[in-house]
T-cell receptor, first 117, second 109 residues
Framework: GAVVSQHPSWVICKSGTSVKIECRSL??????MFWYRQFPKQSLMLMAT?????????EQGVEKDKFLINHASLTLSTLTVTSAHPEDSSFYIC?????????????FGPGTRLTVL | GQNIDQPTEMTATEGAIVQINCTYQ??????LFWYQQHAGEAPTFLSY??LDGLEEKGRFSSFLSRSKGYSYLLLKELQMKDSASYLC??????????WGAGTKLIIKP
């Protein structure tokens, strides 16, 4: 149980285009989903926390107009990288939590590798 | 500020035992996680500690001392597939995960 999927697994796009990444909780309802970015040989960096039906909470330094997050249902959250640039190339990982669990374990999706040319 | 420290890289031999340490300073504490992350993949859950002591799960064990702000992950009977990064993360008072930079573990035959 507690499976999280991401789509696409990898994407290559031209500079200036927008890319949408989907994160789905397949067998549970996730009230809260998290979006992370990870550059090579670095740890996970939390970008934003999204709760179903409300606006995402962005971490300091993350541009909310550039990284649009929508959490329309309890099983789906999307991250749209608008006007992507080469410096946005990274590994984007989502996770979802079951708030019913006392310790709020996060279940991670497989990640999306974005390369902006 | 909030801070989690763990060694950048460790090397061990196949079949041996290795201990990866993690020290933390966070605003509040609601538990400590260890995750394993293979290159190019997302992290996978290994363990969760919220009470002091040792939790054993097969070849992997995790220890916590809240008074010392210290945890370690112990890996026994190392296998080549254990080569990965091991991430320590603390759940703070706001239930936000604070991540360490990860320890890259290299297993040699």
């Amino acid at each position: 149980g507690a499976v999280v999927s991401q789509h696409p697994s990898w994407v290559i796009c031209k500079s200036g285009t927008s890319v949408k990444i989907e994160c789905r909780s397949l067998d549970f309802q996730a009230t809260t989903m998290f979006w992370y970015r990870q550059f090579p040989k670095q740890s996970l960096m939390l970008m934003a926390t999204s709760n179903e039906g409300s606006k995402a909470t962005y971490e300091q330094g993350v541009e909310k107009d550039k990284f649009l997050i929508n959490h329309a249902s309890l099983t789906l959250s999307t991250l749209t990288v608008t006007s992507a640039h080469p410096e946005d190339s990274s590994f984007y990982i989502c996770s979802a939590s079951l708030l019913a669990l006392s310790y709020n374990e996060q279940f991670f999706g497989p990640g999306t590798r974005l390369t902006v040319l | 500020g909030q801070n989690i420290d763990q060694p950048t890289e460790m090397t061990a031999t196949e079949g041996a035992i290795v201990q990866i340490n993690c020290t933390y300073q966070t605003s509040g504490f609601n538990g400590l996680f260890w995750y394993q992350q293979h290159a190019g993949e997302a992290p996978t859950f290994l363990s969760y500690n919220v009470l002091d002591g040792l939790e054993e799960k097969g070849r992997f064990s995790s220890f916590l001392s809240r008074s010392k702000g210290y945890s370690y992950l112990l890996l026994k009977e190392l296998q080549m597939k254990d080569s990965a990064s091991y991430l320590c993360a603390v759940l703070d008072s706001n239930y936000q995960l604070i991540w360490g930079a990860g320890t890259k573990l290299i297993i040699k035959p």
